[in-house]
């Protein structure tokens, strides 16, 4: 009735007991309460399991510790009889079957005053009854224990045993999308489980409906025609369990034919190829996939596209067309040619005299190429590599060499003639419309040229590169006074010195 602060079992005290030394709590738990004769009564437990060595009656010491006790220690010592009997003896039989099926147990005992049956079945459920059953979901092995006992005194006996229960497939497997003709190949995908922890060998039988059969994981069948055939598939353990599933192959469709056109089988680096899909397609044209592969490791896609080859060769063009029912058609090639370019310098721009012949210096690879200059004016030979030209005036020359496979490309160079530069000695700047300033003909065209004119002191009075916009007399905006001025004229170009000399101003 008042709380305990220590308890002591003197198991040690009492032969034939286990455990064999004496049990103390100082810090002992209350469990609970009881009411005894309309009096309660603290409850506390001794937590560590103690066992007789033989049936009979036991009377085991307790001392027990509380400020409530009225004596100087605060202790008190009982004794707790306990008597052991012989328990009941049960057993239990079971055949385990495949998982999802039901496995019965079927309880033993020639102990007639045995009423209580109690069952855990391994697997977190439990059961009822002297005879009893349960469904596995899944194999594996489990560890099922009875607990047999009698309601006149609580005695009772757990009997465990260890079985397996074989797994149970649970059969499945996908069919192609479409099945596509001729041909008729439908690739089956096995997706069979086992569940649970004791997987087994697998067996696996198919029927595809057109009277083929097949014992492999994943099958493929070929289809001779379209049609409606329910494919079967039946799972198996080597312990016997089986499952079967079915599902109707039924949707077929017919493979495009592919075909196409090119602009041209050869032509010359730097010109695309254009291919035109011809093919003949199947549902919905509009939703057709083309895939395309050039011969060079690139790839395209779409019924029209254009490559561009940057290197000459001989390329195998391929392609194949997916419907939009997702058949695919055979792949058809076509050779396609690039040639390659010739290689033409014109040469570098040349300075000549007026009637002065000179050689022109262009290279061509292959040597083998045919050339034509444009235009012909002043040439030896206009189909010469290397031909003369004589000339009055500056010309611009085009070279065209022409491959062996037709293929062309050009440059261009420029001879450039020397005129005499005439240079006017004197010159008018009076503002009356005539030879108001100092033109030179034919300066214009040295575009380097560099023009300087000085004072007689040797001043700087004019000064310009290039001739565009001839010299009016006049310094800084004030107009210089009649009088004669020396000049310098370097016209920049190789093969032309320097002018010098006087020019008038006359007002």
Known sequence: MYPLTGIAWHFGEVPGITPGNNVIYTSPVLDGTEIVNGKTYNVYKQPIPASAAAIGTYYIPVTIQSPNIDNCSNTEKFIVELV???GPTADFTTLPVCATDTTFFKGVTADATVDKWVWDFGDETGGTGKDTQRIYLAGGNYEVTLLAGRSDDGCAIPVTKKFIIPGMPAAAFDIPAVVCMPGGESKF?????????NPAPMQYAWTFGDGNSSTSESPTNFYASSGTYPVTLIASTTAGCNDTTSITVSTFANRPKAAFDVSETSVCVGKPFVFTDRSTLTGN???????????DGTAGSGATPSKLYKKDGSYPVSMYVISSEGCNSDTVTSQVT???MPVVNAGPDVITEPNRPIQLKATVSPVTANVLWTPPTGLSDPRQLQPMATLLENQWYVITATGDFGCTASDTMLVKVFKELKIPNAFTPNGDGKNDTWRIPGL????????????RWGQVVF????YGIPWNGVMNGNQLPTGAYYYVIKPGDNGYGVLSGMVMIVR
């Open 338 to 340: 690039v040639y390659p």
């Open 285 to 295: 044209a509009a939703a057709a996939t083309f895939k395309w592969t050039f011969g």
């Open 444 to 455: 214009e065209e040295y575009r380097n040229a560099t023009v300087q004119v000085f004072n």
């Open 189 to 197: 995908v096995n997706k069979t489980t086992m569940p649970g922890t």
């Open 463 to 466: 000064k310009s590169v290039g």
């Open 84 to 86: 052991v009997k012989a």
